[in-house]
């Protein structure tokens, strides 16, 4: 199974981490300078930065409004998640916001999401999949893939459903 190209560009990433006080980190500030963006620091929520600067180095489009997580509800085209593929965007519901990053895989409760602003880093971490309110594919990309199961601690599961 061959991986969305914008999944392997979001992979590169993987260990920028925000640095906390008057500094800030040359890759985040990069993306948000490239997008145009409002945002003058690396300590603002950048989940959605994070998953437009990856779509534009893609060649694909991106929402106007793409700092706000849940503005990625409505992008693209939805994916069953029964259909669903690596290189995915989740969107899901938090406390005071929202939250987007990329499907890698899933096991029983949880998705396994490639992201940004996840522990102030591009990381993988597991959410709920209960807190999922969208699951989203770029329009007129072929999905390559099928769902991926995975252990808690993020190893393939023998067990696919």
Request: hydrophobic share 35%; proline share 6%; charged share 20%.
């Amino acid at each position: 199974m061959t991986e969305p190209h914008w999944l392997g560009i979001a992979r590169k990433y993987v260990g920028t981490r925000e640095i906390v006080g008057p500094q800030h980190n040359t890759t985040i500030m990069g993306w948000l300078k490239r997008l145009k963006s409002w945002i003058k620091d690396d300590e603002t929520p950048w989940c959605g930065t994070f998953v437009a600067a990856v779509m534009q180095e893609a060649g694909l489009p991106y929402p106007n409004e793409y700092p706000r997580a849940k503005a990625w509800a409505d992008y693209g085209s939805r994916i069953r998640t029964h259909l669903i593929a690596p290189g995915a965007i989740l969107v899901f519901a938090r406390q005071g916001g929202g939250h987007v990053g990329f499907y890698v895989g899933e096991d029983t409760d949880c998705y396994h999401v490639l992201g940004g602003n996840q522990g102030n880093a591009v990381s993988t971490v597991r959410i709920a999949k209960a807190r999922c309110i969208a699951t989203r594919w770029p329009k007129g990309q072929p999905v390559n893939g099928k769902p991926v199961w995975l252990k808690a601690n993020g190893e393939r599961s023998e067990n696919e459903a």
